[in-house]
């Protein structure tokens, strides 16, 4: 069996996870010098302290990044810690932080600077690296300047978290964070930063962000843009993909390329024309339940739709058909629609009925997730209820129930142990979450995690026979590679 990257031992073949937006940040103060997968200690842009590990789960069981930064001050009505993107063995996250400043005395919490970390899994320990603020496209008020401490008379760059993509490239952790944004008729913008370890590139001057305007070419009519998500493809593109048009591709290693000096041309590769029929449902700012964009570690791009009959309501749990297409050619754009993974609402509901503890009655899938381990397999969320939302794993093309698990929510994870005020912030609605390799970067040893009291539902998931260990347990029984 190959190594790994960076010479840890290889996980199992379906060692990958899906990982929860929402970051646990524990709030006591303790050790974590235990943990092989604790990064490095940095420091946020007021030099507080901050270190980041992972609780990993199987999937469809959901992992999650553990933030543990006990020294933040505490204030009403700030938002928490988000992941953005994931690739390879890097998640890139976004964290308010707040000034030195007595919290009762600020009020001003939206106007904290915003830092933006990755997370890295390519060098052990795992490293964690805050990256430089962006001020291009930042305006600057001396009136206002006085609330965007330690930045005064300069405000960062607006951006907003659907917009930006990771894309992981080269060797020794190196990788480019970017932005696209300002899509008009004929012109893009794309801000990004080029990172590169200084033990490789020998530099020692921090990377900066930079600004690159995109051609739009004549041939691409573009309706009002919507951001889905941001998927990379190919090793070098980031695709920004709005479900219900297509997908805008950067070419990210010839835009990291300063020394050349000709316009980029962003190119657009529309859905398949079956799937341009259907219009949005739901608003703009609400994710998506009924469509996904997804790339699977062998490269192919898959598009997973949840349709109505041509119902004008989203919630008809009696009629709607699971249909998914492969892109087959990236350069010419070219869809390819899987007739044998196509799954109607009676197929789906007798491979429901495989498992006894799904909810009853039974009810329409949503927010489906690709496999990243095989494309045929697609994650969706069952809410049961209110409080309880499930997790099940299905194979499309063989019409078989794989897999089922409970979410567990971030406030439940380990018993709590946060502030009420403070645990209501992170309203688990119904939101995708993000496939990832990051399991292959760590050797079995390094994700083991010492029991936790499970919940009564959690139990009962696991009494039924869910596969994928609970978040914060161990992950023996997840990640099973047949080993001693």
């Not at 760059?157 to 917009?163: K, S």
């Not at 998500?229 to 300063?258: I, K």
């Amino acid at each position: 069996m190959d190594e790994a990257p960076g010479g840890r031992k290889p996980r199992p073949e379906a060692a990958w996870l899906l990982l929860d937006r929402f970051v646990h940040r524990v709030w006591r103060h303790g050790d974590v010098e235990w943990d092989a997968t604790s990064s490095a200690t940095a420091h946020d842009c007021v030099g507080r302290p901050i270190r980041a590990s992972l609780r990993v789960a199987g999937a469809p069981a959901v992992s999650r990044l553990h933030l543990h930064w006990p020294t933040r001050p505490e204030y009403v009505g700030m938002v928490e810690p988000a992941v953005i993107a994931v690739h390879r063995h890097s998640i890139l996250f976004q964290a308010k932080v707040p000034f030195d400043e007595d919290p009762t005395t600020c009020d001003e919490v939206v106007s904290f600077p915003r830092d933006y970390f990755v997370y890295s899994a390519a060098s052990s320990p795992p490293s964690l690296t805050r990256l430089p603020s962006c001020f291009i496209g930042g305006s600057s008020n001396p009136d206002e300047d006085i609330y965007f401490k330690p930045y005064r008379r300069r405000q960062q760059r607006a951006m907003l978290d659907e917009n930006i993509g990771l894309l992981c490239h080269g060797v020794d952790g190196e990788f480019t964070v970017a932005e696209l944004t300002k899509c008009c008729y004929r012109e893009a913008e794309l801000c990004l930063l080029h990172h590169r370890p200084t033990a490789s590139s020998g530099e020692e001057t921090p990377p900066q962000w930079r600004i690159k305007k995109l051609r739009i070419s004549d041939g691409i009519r573009i309706r009002s843009w919507t951001t889905d998500t941001v998927v990379p493809a190919a090793g070098r593109f980031l695709c920004w993909v709005d479900n219900y048009q297509g997908m805008l591709l950067v070419d990210v290693l010839l835009a990291n390329d300063e020394s050349r000096t000709d316009q980029q041309q962003l190119r657009f590769i529309p859905l398949p024309r079956e799937a341009l029929r259907s219009p949005r449902i739901y608003t703009e700012d609400s994710p998506d339940p009924a469509r996904c964009v997804g790339v699977a570690d062998n490269g192919m791009i898959k598009l997973v739709c949840i349709t109505n009959g041509g119902s004008s309501r989203w919630h008809n749990r009696y009629a709607f058909t699971v249909t998914s297409w492969t892109l087959v050619d990236i350069r010419r754009g070219r869809w390819r629609r899987d007739h044998r993974a196509t799954v109607k609402h009676a197929e789906f509901f007798r491979i429901y009925d495989m498992d006894r503890c799904l909810p009853r009655p039974r009810v329409m899938p949503s927010f489906p997730m690709v496999s990243l381990v095989d494309p045929d397999v697609v994650c969706f969320l069952l809410e049961e209820d209110r409080d309880t939302t499930w997790i099940i794993q299905v194979d499309l093309r063989k019409k078989v129930l794989q897999s089922r698990a409970l979410y567990i929510r971030v406030e439940e994870e380990e018993g709590g142990g946060c502030p009420n005020d403070i645990r209501r912030k992170n309203i688990f609605g119904g939101h995708s979450f993000i496939p990832s390799q990051l399991p292959t970067y760590f050797s079995k040893d390094a994700i083991k995690r010492p029991g936790t009291k499970r919940n009564d539902a959690e139990g009962k998931a696991m009494e039924g026979g869910a596969k994928g260990g609970y978040i914060g347990g161990t992950v023996e029984g997840a990640f099973n590679s047949g080993e001693d």
